[in-house]
C-alpha cells in the first residue's frame, strides 16, 4: 500500500480568531488540498469560554484532523498523541479507500472480518512508522498567547524528539501569526530536527490580532512552494545525471 507523504498543519491557538476569513472554511480548503489540519486549543481555565473550543473543534473537523484542549502543563504530551493520532486517522481512511476498492462497496476496517482485521490493523501501524511525515506547525502569537509560548516551545521540542524513533523521514516547519506586515512569518524553515527553537521562541513578539483563517490559508502555500521547490532539484538533478 502506497500513502505517501503525510502532511499535517499542526494549529497551536487559543481559539476566537479575529480577523479575516472563517478559519473553518479555510481547514477544509486544506483538507481537500491533501492537507489535514489539527488544532490544540491551549487555555488556562479562566479562558474556557465557549466559542473558542466550539471554533478549535469546527476547524479540527472540517480539516479532517484531531483537536484537543489542553492546559498548558500537558501540552507536551498532547502535541505528540494528537500528531500521531491524526496520521493513523489519515492512513485508516487510506486503508478503508483500498478495501472499498477490492469489496466493490464501501467498507471500513471495522467491516473486515475478526480473522483479517490484525492484518489490517498491523499494516496501518508499519505504514504509520515508515511513511514520511511532512508537519507544518502554526504557532498563534497573538497577545493572550504570550505567557504560553514557553510550554509551546517546550513541548515542541519533545515532539521532535519523540517522532525521531519514527523509521519514516519527519520534517518540521514552524511559521508564526499575526505579523505587521504579513499574515505568517517562519520561525524555522523546513527542518529534520527542532533543537533550534530554543534560541528562536524567546525572541517572539505578540501581536494584538488573530487572523486563524487567513494563517492557515497561507500554511497552505508554504507546503505547495516546498513541493514546487523538491520538483525543481528533482529535474535540475536529472539534468546533471
Known sequence: MVVGTLRQILLITDG???????PVASAERAFKAGIVVNVIGVISEYEAGQNSLQEINDIARAGGGVSQI??????SQTLQA?????????????????LTQIFGKEKEIEDV?????GEVIELVDEVGETCNLEVLILVDTSASMHHKLNAVKEALLDLSYNLQARRGNNEFAIYQYPQERQVISVITDWTRELESISVIF???ITRGMTPTGPAIKEAVKVFSQKQLRGDFHREYDTEEG
Open 16 to 22: 476566537c480568531s479575529n480577523s479575516g476569513e472563517n
Open 82 to 98: 494528537v500528531t500521531v493520532q491524526a496520521m493513523s486517522q489519515t492512513i485508516q481512511g487510506v486503508v478503508n479507500r483500498e
Open 202 to 204: 524567546p525572541k517572539l
Open 113 to 117: 472480518s475478526p480473522e483479517e482485521r
Open 70 to 75: 489542553v492546559y498548558e502543563e500537558d501540552l
